[in-house]
Nanobody, 126 residues
Framework: QVQLVQSGGGLVQPGGSLRLSCAAS????????IGWFRQAPGKVREGVSC????????YYLDSVKGRFTISRDNAKNTVYLQMNSLKSEDTAVYYC???????????????????WGQGTQVTVSS
């Protein structure tokens, strides 16, 4: 069983940066596909970014391309989402998720979502 614990998030002004972390226990993430999702009030959950295991390819929602970067540190068993040039429309609860091998990304969406983090609030406001 994999447990995902998120950290980071908070309140930031427009144009600012935040880094979200998703630390795993119970298994190494080396061969797991990892995705970040977000859900704003009254909106459906959307896949923000995904990183595959086959070749480490990364995928992003169009609205965050060039601003967000997903990465993994296998030594720390942690996946990150670096968010730069934040906008008010990025305000949401962000979740990380992991899929057991074989895991896949479909564009910016993790295919299944076998395991989920607890979620963390990101608020972009002046």
């Amino acid at each position: 069983q994999v447990q995902l614990v998120q950290s980071g998030g908070g309140l930031v002004q427009p144009g600012g940066s935040l880094r979200l972390s998703c630390a795993a226990s119970g298994s190494t993430l080396d061969y797991y596909a990892i995705g970040w999702f977000r859900q704003a009030p009254g909106k459906v959950r959307e896949g923000v970014s995904c990183i595959s295991t086959s070749d480490g390819s990364t995928y992003y929602l169009d609205s965050v391309k060039g601003r967000f970067t997903i990465s993994r540190d296998n030594a720390k068993n942690t996946v990150y989402l670096q968010m730069n040039s934040l906008k008010s429309e990025d305000t949401a609860v962000y979740y990380c998720a992991a899929d057991r091998p074989p895991g896949y990304c479909t564009d910016s969406y993790l295919q299944r979502g076998d395991y989920w983090g607890q979620g963390t609030q990101v608020t972009v406001s002046s």
